[in-house]
């Protein structure tokens, strides 16, 4: 069965601090894998990664693929109490018709 | 650009009642995805429709759910004798190829209560 975890399940930093946010997957005919970012209403779209190796950034957010390892990290550096929100992580099979999401990390940045 | 729009933003029904949840995409847009969230779960697949035609419904409970996106109008995520489990938070998202080659965008949700 296709499933994609991710770890930790919750984290709690000060700001300033650099946070790592994990996620491994297993999935038939893997296309992409995309970090959606979810305060309280709609996941908002953060990165589409579907090559090994290269970092995407934007802004204090990074986030790289290794699909000979099955997994993607997401970093944040400098966290600020504005990045407090559920991560998610999903993945998208070669059919395209829907992804597939783990159960997010619930980050908490306090001041 | 309006993003995706979900009404109601929340619904209460009373168990053995039907509850319709609308969903008008993204301008441009003509594929439209419906999720569930669950507490403390992720989000889940129910199904996917480009306009008039159900593309994968593999993700929808086989009774009292179903979905459309007629010509006109927005999409409808229709479920009929609601029960307690039911309760949780409905996400439509939208695409304008499909997902392949562009990410979804959600909109902020339906949250449902049955009582």
């Known amino acids: 069965e296709d499933k994609v975890v991710q770890s930790p399940l919750s984290l709690v930093v000060h700001e300033g601090d650099t946070v790592t946010l994990n996620c491994s997957y297993e999935v038939t005919n893997f296309r992409s894998l995309l970090w959606y970012k979810q305060e309280k209403k709609a996941p908002t779209f953060l990165f589409m990664l579907?090559?090994?190796?290269i970092e995407k950034k934007s802004g204090r957010l990074s986030s790289i693929l290794d699909k000979k390892e099955l997994f993607s990290i997401l970093n944040i550096t400098a966290t600020q109490t504005g990045d407090s929100a559920i991560y998610l992580c999903a993945v998208l099979h070669q059919a395209g018709t829907a992804l597939i999401f783990g159960k997010g990390t619930t980050l908490s940045v306090s001041s | 650009n309006a993003g995706v729009m979900q009404n109601p933003r929340h619904l209460v029904r009373r168990r053995g009642q039907e509850a319709r949840l609308r969903c008008s995409p993204m301008k441009g847009h003509s594929h439209v995805y419906w999720y569930r969230q669950l507490p403390e779960e992720g989000l889940k697949f129910m199904v996917y429709l480009q306009k008039e035609n159900i593309i994968d419904e593999s993700g929808m409970p086989k009774e009292r759910f179903s979905a459309e996106f007629p010509k006109e109008g927005p999409s409808i995520l229709r479920i009929q004798q609601v029960v307690r489990g039911d309760s949780a938070a409905y996400f439509c998202?939208?695409?304008?190829?499909?997902?392949?080659?562009?990410?979804?965008?959600f909109g902020n949700g339906t949250r449902l209560t049955v009582t």
């Open positions: 579907t090559s090994s190796g």
């Open positions: 998202a939208s695409s304008p190829s499909g997902g392949n080659n562009s990410p979804l965008h």
